[in-house]
């Protein structure tokens, strides 16, 4: 192979992982740089935590560092540099899952022996990016990088006595200590003197998370949790907030999340989130999207919407709690033809902005959810206006074999139950065998009719028929949002 491992890893993850950045770029860049080399040696040393990082939602240097977390510290203190230790903290969790995705389509398997075979065959070019300072951490670690060294170092060098090296180190510890000692008292007297000018850096910081923290989940025919997503710059609170959804709604999975520094680390009214919840437990497909001070509910049946607004909102004093679909329903009629232009179009542009490079099976469902299949009454024939929409996944999902999707077919209440429950499952196959055609694995996908089982709109009206006659996309064997796919272990707990 001819390829520089570690320039590679800067070319693919620092793009995705820098992308939309403004604050302490430059440093960012640097401690991504630096991480790479170490990241790769533990690897190496630990195949076994190549499996956990892989089996983790949002794998996080606390997972790297779990045998001694202090250690992790003294590592950020070092690699942050002037930035402060959160935001590059922020930055390497961001990328140790794409790290891990690059690595997996460079060594062809996702198995852990296939990557450290990978990093030993590129060894040179990893060993001589490493820090100098990062020998003593992998050390600290229990990594002896000394076998990699060796085969850049002189011969001479090995003959030195294991007694020579305490000597030196021995001279060398005192002389570190004063050094560390210094640097620390030099730091403490330019915090106290600069404090006036640390101020409004630290804003700048905070004003950095310009979007709003979010929550969005769903519930199905039961009231039970079917999709939930998180994003909030918090990731101690995300872990909070995650045992509480799978406590409230006895789910074990929990929700998709992300924690980045682009998001706010707080929710306006955070501490109502569990009661909210526990109250839209229970209601039949129902949505709830919490963002900034909006806080909107929707259900299939209007009136329950209306009825669950009604007992969030004491409870959310600082927002307004909104029932989008049953306000319009109640004022408007819908335009079928606007609306299917809308949410084709959407769904166009949502696809566009995937990048190759980095395909999530959230990203590629959430996508193709916002356009509207509307199939001729009692037809399973797919409408050209889609067509281009699903030709743009198919290309998507060929790139990424690990994106696999449930299509779920769905009618009104018009007709016979059984009739639709056939007709619905032959509109999903079609979907289905359609994005087979354009070169999907059949692997990727799976079709499941429910008929009229799972109306989100009112089947006394037009307009709610023709919301429910539809086709949606789910994440395959998990309804969380999770991006990986889940083990068998987790798919027999659903």
Not at 472 to 491: K, Q, S
């Amino acid at each position: 192979m001819n390829i520089n491992l570690i320039d590679l890893l800067k070319q693919k993850v620092s793009a995705v992982v820098l992308e939309g950045e403004t604050e302490h770029l430059s440093e960012k860049s640097q401690a991504l740089s630096s991480f790479y080399p170490i990241l790769l040696s533990i690897f190496k040393s630990k195949p076994e935590l190549i499996s956990n990082l892989q089996n983790q939602l949002n794998p996080r240097l606390s997972d790297i560092f779990s045998a001694n977390p202090a250690l992790k510290n003294q590592f950020l203190e070092q690699i942050s540099g002037t930035v402060p230790t959160a935001v590059i903290e922020s930055t390497l969790n961001r990328s140790i899952a794409p790290t891990l995705g690059v690595l997996e389509e460079e060594a062809g398997s996702s198995e852990p022996n296939a990557i450290v075979h990978l990093i030993e065959t590129h060894w040179n070019d990893v060993s001589n990016a490493l820090p100098h300072w990062a020998l003593a951490l992998l050390s600290a670690l229990g990594i002896s990088t000394a076998s990699g060294h060796s085969l850049h170092q002189a011969p001479e060098t090995e003959p030195y006595p294991v007694v020579e090296e305490k000597k030196k180190t021995g001279f060398l510890l005192p002389l570190i200590a004063l050094i560390i000692l210094a640097a620390l008292l030099a730091l403490i007297f330019r915090a106290c003197s600069d404090k006036k000018e640390t101020e409004p850096t630290t804003m700048a910081t905070q004003t950095a998370a310009s979007e709003p923290a979010k929550l969005q989940l769903s519930t199905g025919a039961i009231g039970d949790l079917t999709t939930c997503q998180l994003y909030s710059g918090n990731a101690s609170y995300v872990d909070i907030l995650q045992q509480n959804i799978k406590q409230i709604f006895n789910h074990n999975l929990g929700c998709g999340a992300e924690t980045t520094a682009n998001y706010h680390t707080e929710f306006i009214d955070q501490d109502a989130i569990p009661s909210v919840l526990k109250l839209v437990k229970g209601v039949p497909n129902a949505s709830l999207t919490w963002i900034g001070n909006q806080l909107s509910v929707q259900a299939a049946n209007p009136t329950d919407a209306q009825q669950l607004a009604a007992k969030i909102q004491p409870l959310v004093r600082n927002m307004t709690v909104t029932t989008p679909a049953a306000d319009m329903a109640a004022s408007m009629p819908m335009d079928n033809n606007t609306a299917i232009t809308s949410g084709n179009n959407n769904a166009e542009k949502a696809l566009a902005e995937i990048n190759p490079d980095n395909i999530r099976a959230l990203d590629v469902a959430t996508a193709l959810n916002l356009q509207i299949i509307n199939f001729d009454t009692a037809s399973a024939q797919i409408p050209d206006a889609n067509k281009a929409i699903l030709d743009q996944a198919a290309g998507l999902m060929k790139r990424a074999p690990q994106v696999k999707l449930t299509v779920k077919g769905h009618t009104d209440a018009v007709g016979n139950a059984n009739s639709n429950k056939t007709l619905s499952q032959k509109r999903a196959q079609a979907v289905v065998d359609y994005l087979v055609q354009q070169g999907v694995d059949p692997a990727q996908l799976q079709p499941v009719g429910y008929g009229q089982e799972q109306p989100v709109a009112d089947n006394a009206t037009p307009e709610g028929q023709f919301k429910n006659r539809r086709i949606e996309f789910e994440v395959l064997n998990t309804e969380t949002g999770v991006v990986r796919e889940v083990n068998d272990e987790g798919i027999k707990q659903q």
